[in-house]
């Protein structure tokens, strides 16, 4: 699969890696999904995505008309099943604590479908 292929990508994790990547695929053109388990966790990756956002206006890296779009390319969920339908590509920002990751990966492993 080649990278202009992708085009809508899940991350799972939203804590201190998740906004960071959620944005840049967003910004990318990617449509977005944003997974955690704790509203939370989602409601402060918002935050960060839209401060990180800020920033990049501010030190002229963006154009603040690109933010609008750019975060509507980003949802957020507490729902595996929604965060993975039918992703092209997924990436795991969870902590790295054995238990969870192992709990994630089972919950994930249904719904992931295998690449060519």
């Known amino acids: 699969m080649k990278p202009e292929e992708v085009k809508k990508v899940a991350i799972f994790g939203a804590g201190t890696m998740g906004p960071g990547l959620a944005q840049v695929f967003a910004t990318a053109g990617h449509d977005v999904t944003m997974y955690s388990r704790k509203a939370e966790t989602i409601e402060k990756a918002v935050r960060v995505a839209k401060a990180n956002l800020a920033t990049f206006v501010q030190q002229d890296m ?15 969920t507490r729902s595996v099943e929604e965060a993975l339908p039918k992703p092209i590509l997924s990436s795991k920002a969870s902590p790295r604590r054995w238990m969870r990751r192992r709990r994630c990966t089972r919950s994930l492993t249904p719904s992931a479908r295998r690449g060519p």
């Not at 963006?62 to 957020?76: C, F, K, M, Q």
Request: hydrophobic fraction near 45%.
């Open 62 to 76: 963006l154009r603040e008309s690109d933010v609008p779009a750019i975060l509507a390319r980003i949802t957020t």
